[in-house]
């Protein structure tokens, strides 16, 4: 993190909701290397991202509170004396949403609302990032998608998404909440849910190349942009402390735009090994696929001044290298 | 309604949630003049449109079941059997919304969620409209509306009103349920709610007059078009016996754009006697106000070729008349 940023975590308190979870354990890192005081709350629902394997190294710098955001008594409580909460927790497969919608509601929607009035009541000074999705736009009209594209999520979690982050900006607009919302597109990278797809098809496919398995690219033709997660850290950090962000809903993504057989030759080839099928579609997930979709980050550039950094083959490879390492504890 | 909607209906059977409210019951007089059958579902809370004087005169022909949409499980029991489910009911209070966020949830979009789910493993057959709201374009960028405009609500009525509407085309797209929706704009009318501004301000405005009291006209140079009930009972009609309007959402509308203002003086000029006093905006009200709002209707008469047809003088004085008779019932 620049120093200008580190500057305004100085002597600051963190909540991050799904903090053991992929993005929310790898920004504890980050923030933990600055010495910043963090806690965590996660619900470690086995189905969803979260792992205590992932604080591995950094558990007696940081607090974790194993709670679930339904609970909304004991965020109540979590919430007061902190300064930053990075908004994480959520249900994350598209598939299971359509299953069990109601479960998806009441965590990506319900939960959101409860979160909220907990800070509008609790904590009003607190600032707030929500982690959104590009899932939210559905299938593009037009590419590079920009934040003017109409919302048309093809899925019960896409509805339920746009709600809660909805609630963030109307809670800012209607109670002066310091709330911002980034819509994440495919975020990859160590402390990844690897044990199926579903927290992103990238996950399965890394561990089928590291146990010698061939994976399944289905179709293989979809343009897709990615981000590695320390790009996302960067921008949940800068957006949380920045004044501009408040309010705002800004897009991430990249400029490196690949096919998904494209992404699957180059995870091969790093690894040095290995192979991959093409399948058609599942049916149940060919109604809810999106097609092409990268997204046009102009915004979150021209306001925060963030763009990705990490090149797609860098971020695939140190994936690779910690997946190697550590695959027994995602497994 | 037109003898080609007509025979659509003939010997079917009809489900309307919010069937004792303002536009349900409207619609359920239409159908009833019509012979149709029709089963009216309506939790009677006392805050909502729900008055059973709102059938007074079709008692005999319409099957009335007190239940909320709330409760699955009685729901998942009435929709068998039908072929139309006119989905209406909603708590549509904008400020209320925002004190109690959870109860509107439960209503505009759990609820949803739970009667969507009904139909899909109980009647899958079923033609289902939902009512919709201008409200979930929030301050508009640009005027008159289409439906391309981006939703942007401004309050909580709004966000959950969008996610109840975004599940209905979501079913139609994912499970092939036969579902639209309709975004309304301000409706007016015989059986509307006038005990307070719960339903619309119009409601306030005419009891006021009729007993004699001045009304309160908050600003009054916004710009707003009014749909007469029965105007948007036709479209109503019109869209759940339409396959082009399947999976579609339509706003409703009219040419006849006037400010608050003048339909304030229109409508003491049609009572022959009364005042309004001028008020600025109370600051909870105004922080979800959306400003000027007119509705681009183009697409629903191209699709389905309905037009408003009743003149706001018209319908006004209808209005009037009808509670001049039956105030009572309505305080």
Same mark, same amino acid.
């Given at each position: 993190?620049s120093?200008a940023?580190?500057?305004?975590?100085?002597?600051?308190?963190?909540?991050?909701?799904?903090?053991?979870?992929f993005?929310?354990s790898?920004l504890?890192?980050?923030?933990?290397?600055?010495?910043?005081h963090?806690?965590?709350?996660?619900s470690?629902?086995?189905?969803?991202?979260?792992?205590?394997?992932?604080?591995?190294?950094?558990?007696?710098?940081?607090?974790?509170?194993?709670?679930d955001?339904?609970?909304?008594?004991?965020?109540?409580?979590?919430?007061?004396?902190h300064d930053?909460?990075?908004?994480?927790?959520?249900?994350?497969?598209?598939?299971? #949403?359509?299953?069990?919608p109601?479960?998806d509601?009441?965590i990506?929607?319900?939960?959101?609302?409860?979160?909220?009035?907990?800070c509008?009541?609790?904590?009003?000074?607190?600032?707030?990032?929500?982690?959104s999705?590009r899932?939210l736009?559905?299938?593009?009209d037009y590419l590079p998608?920009?934040?003017?594209?109409?919302?048309?999520?093809?899925?019960?979690?896409?509805?339920?998404?746009?709600?809660?982050?909805?609630?963030?900006?109307?809670?800012?607009r209607a109670?002066g909440?310091?709330a911002c919302a980034l819509?994440?597109?495919?975020t990859y990278?160590?402390?990844m849910?690897?044990?199926?797809?579903?927290?992103?098809?990238?996950?399965?496919w890394?561990?089928?190349?590291i146990?010698?398995?061939?994976?399944?690219?289905?179709?293989?033709t979809?343009?897709?942009?990615?981000?590695?997660?320390?790009?996302?850290?960067?921008?949940?950090?800068m957006?949380?402390?920045?004044?501009a962000?408040m309010?705002?809903?800004?897009?991430?993504?990249?400029?490196?735009?690949?096919?998904?057989?494209?992404?699957?030759?180059?995870l091969v080839?790093?690894?040095?090994?290995g192979s991959?099928?093409?399948?058609?579609?599942? #049916?149940?997930?060919?109604r809810?696929?999106?097609?092409?979709?990268?997204?046009?980050?102009?915004l979150?550039e021209?306001t925060?001044?963030?763009r990705?950094?990490?090149?797609?083959?860098d971020?695939?490879?140190?994936?690779?290298?910690f997946?190697?390492?550590?695959l #027994?504890?995602y497994?």
């Amino acid at each position: 993190m620049s120093s200008a940023t580190a500057a305004r975590f100085a002597g600051r308190r963190v909540l991050i909701t799904g903090g053991l979870g992929f993005i929310g354990s790898n920004l504890a890192h980050r923030l933990s290397e600055h010495g910043v005081h963090v806690t965590l709350v996660d619900s470690l629902v086995p189905e969803y991202g979260g792992n205590l394997f992932n604080i591995s190294g950094i558990e007696a710098h940081v607090r974790t509170n194993i709670s679930d955001v339904r609970d909304e008594h004991s965020f109540a409580y979590l919430v007061r004396d902190h300064d930053y909460l990075f908004n994480l927790a959520g249900q994350t497969s598209h598939l299971d #949403s359509m299953h069990d919608p109601y479960t998806d509601m009441e965590i990506n929607c319900r939960a959101q609302l409860s979160i909220l009035e907990a800070c509008r009541k609790h904590n009003p000074q607190i600032r707030i990032v929500f982690a959104s999705t590009r899932q939210l736009y559905g299938r593009p009209d037009y590419l590079p998608v920009d934040e003017k594209h109409l919302l048309r999520p093809v899925d019960v979690n896409g509805v339920n998404k746009m709600a809660g982050e909805c609630y963030h900006i109307l809670y800012h607009r209607a109670h002066g909440l310091n709330a911002c919302a980034l819509r994440l597109t495919n975020t990859y990278g160590p402390r990844m849910r690897i044990k199926d797809a579903r927290q992103t098809f990238l996950g399965v496919w890394v561990r089928s190349l590291i146990e010698g398995k061939p994976f399944e690219v289905w179709e293989g033709t979809q343009r897709r942009d990615f981000n590695y997660v320390d790009d996302a850290v960067d921008a949940l950090l800068m957006a949380i402390t920045d004044d501009a962000a408040m309010g705002r809903i800004f897009n991430l993504g990249s400029s490196e735009v690949v096919t998904l057989e494209q992404l699957a030759q180059t995870l091969v080839s790093l690894h040095g090994s290995g192979s991959f099928v093409h399948r058609a579609f599942p #049916s149940d997930r060919k109604r809810i696929d999106i097609g092409d979709y990268y997204a046009d980050c102009g915004l979150i550039e021209k306001t925060l001044g963030w763009r990705a950094q990490v090149p797609l083959r860098d971020g695939l490879a140190h994936t690779l290298r910690f997946y190697q390492k550590h695959l #027994s504890e995602y497994v």
